[in-house]
């Protein structure tokens, strides 16, 4: 049971996880600030465009209320809300991934860029040399 316990805390307390867990409460609330910003703000401007049209009262309804039951409604309006919510959703998320990629790469742009140094033959003494050439008319 310990070794559990240890493997447990060593899973959850490595920089990906908890980056991960950050990310998705990070996430979330993010949703539902894009999810107020599209029902609050841009929807109510894109109904006065359309004539006063509220999408998500948009139905068509199947059979009718009566006293006894409930009206019984493909509600199109909704899904018609929930694609401008993820479109939305989608394309902030791509241009903040987009402005990270620019920093990113302005970044490794200002970096210097270490030289490598080739290493010089060292100079060879002129003994040496001669003994090299000696030898070789002798392979002759």
């Given at each position: 049971?310990?070794?559990?316990?240890?493997e447990?805390?060593t899973?959850?307390s490595?920089?990906?996880?908890?980056?991960?867990?950050?990310?998705?409460?990070?996430?979330s609330?993010?949703?539902?600030?894009?999810?107020?910003?599209?029902n609050?703000i841009?929807?109510?401007?894109?109904?006065?465009?359309?004539?006063?049209i509220?999408?998500?009262?948009?139905?068509?309804v199947?059979?009718p209320?009566?006293?006894?039951t409930p009206?019984?409604?493909?509600?199109?309006?909704?899904?018609i809300?929930?694609?401008?919510n993820?479109l939305?959703?989608?394309?902030?998320?791509?241009t903040?991934?987009?402005?990270?990629?620019?920093?990113?790469?302005?970044?490794?742009?200002e970096e210097p860029v270490?030289e490598?140094?080739v290493?010089?033959e060292?100079?060879?003494?002129?003994?040496?040399?001669?003994?090299?050439?000696?030898?070789d008319?002798?392979?002759?």
């Open positions: 049971m310990k070794k559990f316990i240890e447990f805390k899973f959850i490595r920089g990906n996880v908890v980056d991960l867990a950050v990310g998705v409460v990070i996430g609330n993010f949703t539902a600030i894009v999810n107020s910003l599209v609050d841009i929807m109510p401007i894109v109904g006065i465009f359309l004539g006063g509220n999408f998500t009262e948009l139905k068509y199947i059979t209320a009566t006293e006894t009206e019984s409604a493909i509600r199109y309006g909704n899904f809300q929930v694609i401008v993820f939305i959703i989608a394309l902030v998320v791509f903040v991934v987009k402005m990270i990629n620019s920093f990113h790469r302005k970044k490794e742009a270490e490598v140094q290493e010089e060292p100079e060879v003494p002129e003994d040496i040399l001669l003994l090299r050439q000696i030898r008319l002798l392979d002759k």
